[in-house]
């Protein structure tokens, strides 16, 4: 199988061509298998790259752990940049079928400098049943969340996948690794979430580390800085524009005024390859 390997701001993944749909139905077991840092490729997730009969073309992704989540904001700027550079969609602004509908990614040329690509998002889900988090209707804005005996103020986002957002003091030395996955598994959220550690630095602009639904911590998360936005200008602690800085880099995010939210960030490329068994 020929696959290539790229990442956005350190959230990296193996895309595979798969045309003919011969490879999708294992998605959940090759992910598994391939995104194992010891004895697979390396990656946080697995791309397809699909026919599609509603848009010019499909992507599918499923996490390190076999889940399929409904979209990827990293994923699809690594998409987009390689749908246009090996010509299999031939124009800059792509319409990319996902399991949370179609999202727009738009190549910008920038020849002095790194690949960028803008995506819209879409509009971002509030309605606490459509996260999905128990409990009733409305929307989730400080709300407090009890967690294994403490308790945690939390917003929840879903950008077409599900997001709870945590507002900290100090994001640098938080324990995300010991509390991002109790709060992914709690039993408020039934197809679990990710969880979003976020310091609002000013108006302008946040800090973000997150812990992924299937994934654990990775470098950066596209829909998780969309949705940390969105929640950030909710409890009115920023402007609708904000650059969320990641452990990989940053992410320029605007919720705009027809309610879809624009996310900006690189495509790099790693390698490409050819797997063996
Ligand atoms: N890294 C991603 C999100 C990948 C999916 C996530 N783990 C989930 O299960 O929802 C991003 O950049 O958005």
Redesign the pocket.
Known sequence: MQFTKMH?LG?DFILIEDFDKNNLANGAELAVRLCNRKTGIGA??LVFILPSETADIQMR?F?PDG?E???????IRCFARYLYDHGIVKKQTIRVETLAGIRIPRIIENPAGEALVEVDMGEPELERGRIPMLGGPGKVVAEPLPVNGSTYNVTCVSMG??HCVIFVDNAEDYPVAAIGPRVETHTAFPNKT?VEFVQVLNENEVRMRVW????GI?M?????ACASAVAAHLNGFTGREVIVHLDGGDLFIRWAQDNHVYMMGPAAYVFKGTTLE
């Open positions: 956005g959230n946080d997730g992704i996490n889940s989540p409904e979209m990827c904001g990293n994923a996948n599900p990710n992924e639904r299937g994934a990775t950066a998360c596209g829909t998780g």
